[in-house]
């Protein structure tokens, strides 16, 4: 019976934090910088059971009609398989991950799941089959259950540590004053970087999607904590098609194809053996001035 009513207590509590949180919510999606005005085809219909393939189809896009962020950009990713993007700041690395979830409208070609235009789904299970993990964590005012919860409110008690567990949370969770009933967020406990992190990679286990967009985070976390949420996002992206906005060599170098990003469009593509082999290849001056850099310090 606890079971049953669990998940019913916790919509009432949501309940009670959306009314509170608006504000919240609302700083959510201008982070996110959502367009409202895209909407649901009226005979739009479920993205359901997928196995994650994307195609991005000659994709054009631009924030406003005076200048193009992305040009003709063609990519394919084979289901569970990782790609990398690379390249300069400001080149449209975040950009084209937006797109996928359909934050933003493209002007011309076409984005595919599984054969089929993004833009044939419900915004709703477009988005549920996409979980996203990036540098500014979004936590609410709350207890860690129910921050680890959101997005997937009839999951069940053990469903929720067994996600805490894999994203290495469980331990520090417990280690909280009330454990999974510990209030964190704007009046709550204040967690440390890596922990809110944690968090919301116990969120995305939970939520399970098919598809994964990483934005690895640049700011420095300490080695330790480091480790830890590499080694939980390398669990969390087995077997979901993942996008990576790569900072970091290791993910960079494991991943199928890594994507060389610039204000031009692709420069280069290909497994990281090929293109390091390429004597003149950007990814090569890259790749050398981080492991440098890495050497140095
Ligand atoms: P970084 O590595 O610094 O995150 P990036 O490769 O991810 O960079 P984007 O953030 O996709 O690049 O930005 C691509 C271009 O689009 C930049 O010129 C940026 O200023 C612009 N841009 C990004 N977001 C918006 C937005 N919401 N509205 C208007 N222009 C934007």
Known sequence: VRLFIKPLERLVRFNEQFQKGMAGFRRFNELLN???????KPDAKELEDITGQIYYNDVTFGYDHHSKVLSDIDIEIDAGQTVAFVGPSGAGKSTLCRLLPRFYEIDSGEILIDGESI????LNSLRGNIGTVQQDVFLFNGTVEDNIAYGSLDAKEEEIIA????ANAHQFILDLEN????NIGERGV???GGQKQRISIARTFLKDPAILILDEATSSLDNKSEKIIQESLRRLAED?????????????????????LTEDGIAERGCHEKLIQQSDSMYKQLYQREFSEQLVS
Do not use: M
């Open 163 to 166: 996600a805490a567990k894999k």
């Open 179 to 182: 454990g999974y009933n510990t």
């Open 240 to 260: 979901r098609t993942t996008l990576v906005i790569a900072h970091r060599l290791s993910t960079v170098k494991n991943a199928d194809e890594i994507i060389v």
């Open 190 to 192: 204040k967690l440390s």
């Open 119 to 122: 833009e044939n789904f419900t």
């Open 34 to 40: 959502i367009d409202p005005e895209i909407q649901d």
